[in-house]
């Protein structure tokens, strides 16, 4: 849900994208999900759990100065 306000408070940067891990299986066996909520972020970076907001956009600015 965070990733999700995020996104939507920064439109031109960020797009958020919610899947269900039960309803795809093989997907959420590709990036290893293990926890609910995942954040993958661009296919490098990720949360796992319900975390702070200073915790999630701390790991999403990593993914961007890269």
Do not use: W
Request: aromatic share 6%.
């Amino acid at each position: 849900m965070l990733a999700h306000q995020i996104a939507m408070e920064n439109p031109a940067m960020v797009l958020a994208e919610g899947i269900s891990a039960q309803d795809f299986y093989e997907l959420a066996s590709e990036y290893g999900v293990s926890g609910v909520p995942d954040t993958v972020i661009n296919g490098k970076g990720r949360v796992v759990g319900a975390v702070p907001e200073k915790q999630m956009l701390s790991q999403l600015m990593k993914q961007f100065n890269k």
